[in-house]
C-alpha cells in the first residue's frame, strides 16, 4: 500500500509528527494514524489509551487547533486516529510554519512563507500597499504607452479627462490614495529600487551552459519591459529580425512571434517579484526563459498543453494586463506558445520545473530526429546532429569515434549534412570544425 497524500501512517508517536499536523492544518487537513506501519497494517500502540488522553491537549497548546484524537481497533489492536482539518488562518509550531505539498512536509521560509501567509489573510504579493511610493515614483509614459495598448484591446474602462492617479485608481493598483506594490512594477519608474531584480537578463549562449558568449540586461516597469526586450533580441541575439508587432506571422524555421511573446509575458506576469531575475536563454537551435516559482497548487504541467484554468501568481497585474490585451485570463497563453510552434511545423516546446521555477523551451529549427528522418539523414547523421546540439560542434575524428565509421565514410556524411544546410563548416585543414547551419 501507498501513502495518500493526505495520509500517514506511523508506528508509534514522537513529538515531531506535530509538524505534520501543522503541514495538514496549513494544507487540505489529513490524517495521521499512530500505530500504522509503513505499508498501512496496524501494529499496535500500548500507550493507546495514554496518547487518547494527552495529544487533543498537546495539539491544542502547541498548535492553537483542535483535532480530531480517535481510539480505534483492529484485529484486538489499538492505534489512533488524528484527523487534522484545513484552517483559513496560518498555523504555526513554536514560531515555524509547516506545509503539506504532495506527499511531502515542507518547513516555509522566505518567500514561500510571505506568500503564503498573505494568501491567508485573503490577499495577494501585488495586492499589498508600497508605503512611501508617491506619484512621482510612477512613470507617466509607461501609462500613455499602457493606454495606447489598451485602445486596441476594447477592454479599458473609460478613461477619459481622468489624471494618472485617477486611471491608477481604475485599474484598482492605487487605495486611498496610496499605491500597491502592482503600480510600482507596472508603471514605477524604477521598481528595483523597491524590489530585486526586476530585470531580463538575456545571454547568447553556444552549445553547453558554460558557453556564454555574451549578456545583456534590460530593467524597467512591466510595460517598459515588454517593449524593450523584444527590441534587445531583434539588435544583438536573433540571427533574423523578427516583427513583434505582428503577432500573427509564422517564420518557417525561426522561432514563432506569438511564442516568443508569450513567453515573456506569462514570465512577467507570474514572476515571484522577491526572488530571482528572469533568465532569457538564446542558443543556436533553441531560447529559453526561467523564472523562479513553481505553479499554482492544483495546476500540472502536463495541463498546460490543454485548456486549463486561470490561476495567476499576481491577479491584479495580470487584470492590468487583460486590460491592455496583452494577456487573455482564460489560461490560453500556454497554448499560445505550443499552438504557433506546431503550426509553425516546429518541434513541441517544453514547460517543465527547473531549480525552483518554470523553464520554457521552444526550438528554432526542424533539428529533430523526426524531421531529420524526413529529409533523408541515415542514423549516422542524425546521431551526428544531435552531438552538435548538445556539444556545439563536432569533428571528423569525433564523427568517425561517434559511429565507428572510417575517415572517408565522416567526410562524405558530413559534406551531405553541410550541403543540406543542417551544418556549416568552419575552420581550415586540421582545425577544420562543423556546428549548426
Request: proline share 3%; glycine share 8%; charged share 30%.
Amino acid at each position: 500500500m501507498e501513502e495518500k497524500q493526505n495520509i500517514e501512517w506511523k508506528s508509534s508517536w514522537h513529538n515531531d509528527y506535530l509538524k505534520w499536523i501543522c503541514g495538514f492544518a496549513n494544507a487540505n487537513g489529513g490524517t495521521i494514524y499512530i500505530g500504522k506501519n509503513d505499508e498501512g497494517i496496524v501494529v499496535g500502540l500500548a500507550d493507546a489509551r495514554e496518547l487518547l488522553e494527552i495529544l487533543p491537549n498537546k495539539i491544542r497548546d502547541t498548535l492553537g487547533i483542535v483535532c480530531d484524537v480517535n481510539l480505534q481497533t483492529e484485529h484486538g489492536l489499538n492505534y489512533i486516529e488524528i484527523i487534522t482539518k484545513p484552517y483559513s488562518v496560518p498555523v504555526s509550531l513554536r514560531g515555524r510554519y509547516y506545509y503539506r505539498s504532495g506527499s511531502v512536509k515542507m518547513e516555509l521560509a522566505g518567500n514561500e512563507l510571505n506568500e503564503f501567509l498573505l494568501k491567508k489573510a485573503g490577499k495577494t504579493w501585488d495586492d499589498v500597499i508600497e508605503e512611501g511610493v508617491s506619484l512621482a515614483d510612477i512613470d507617466e509614459q509607461s501609462v500613455h504607452q499602457f493606454l495606447k495598448d489598451g485602445d486596441l484591446s476594447g477592454r479599458m474602462p473609460d478613461v477619459n479627462g481622468l489624471s494618472v492617479l485617477e486611471i491608477l485608481d481604475k485599474l484598482r493598483v492605487v487605495k486611498d490614495g496610496k499605491f500597491k506594490r502592482a503600480a510600482i512594477i507596472l508603471f514605477g519608474k524604477d521598481p528595483n529600487r523597491f524590489y530585486p531584480n526586476v530585470q531580463v537578463k538575456i545571454g547568447r549562449f553556444t552549445g553547453k551552459d558554460e558557453d556564454l558568449k555574451f549578456q545583456e540586461i534590460e530593467e524597467g516597469n512591466l510595460v517598459q519591459l515588454l517593449e524593450n526586450v523584444p527590441k534587445q533580441l531583434n539588435r544583438n541575439f536573433l540571427t533574423r529580425l523578427i516583427d513583434f508587432k505582428g503577432l500573427q506571422r509564422i517564420e518557417k524555421g525561426e522561432y514563432p512571434v506569438a511564442a516568443i511573446r508569450e513567453m515573456l509575458l506569462n514570465a512577467l506576469v507570474h514572476k515571484n517579484y522577491m526572488g530571482s531575475t528572469i533568465q532569457l536563454r538564446v542558443y543556436d537551435n533553441k531560447i529559453t526563459i526561467w523564472n523562479e516559482g513553481n505553479l499554482p497548487e492544483g495546476l500540472s504541467y502536463e495541463a498546460l498543453k490543454r485548456t486549463h484554468s486561470s490561476l495567476p501568481r499576481n491577479p491584479i497585474i495580470a487584470d492590468v494586463c487583460f486590460k491592455a490585451g496583452y494577456i487573455d485570463t482564460w489560461g490560453r497563453g500556454t497554448l499560445k506558445i505550443f499552438n504557433s510552434c506546431r503550426e509553425a511545423e516546429l518541434p513541441e516546446p517544453e514547460i517543465q520545473p527547473f531549480d525552483g521555477g518554470v523553464l520554457v523551451t521552444i526550438y528554432k529549427d526542424f533539428l529533430n530526429e523526426t524531421q531529420l528522418k524526413k529529409i533523408g539523414l541515415n542514423d549516422r547523421q542524425i546521431k551526428a546532429v544531435a552531438f552538435v546540439k548538445e556539444n556545439g560542434r563536432i569533428t571528423n575524428n569525433e564523427y568517425q569515434n561517434l559511429n565507428d565509421v572510417s575517415e572517408r565514410t565522416a567526410l562524405r556524411d558530413l559534406d551531405e549534412l553541410t550541403s543540406k544546410s543542417i551544418l556549416k563548416k568552419q575552420g581550415e585543414k586540421k582545425g577544420t570544425f562543423y556546428e549548426l547551419g
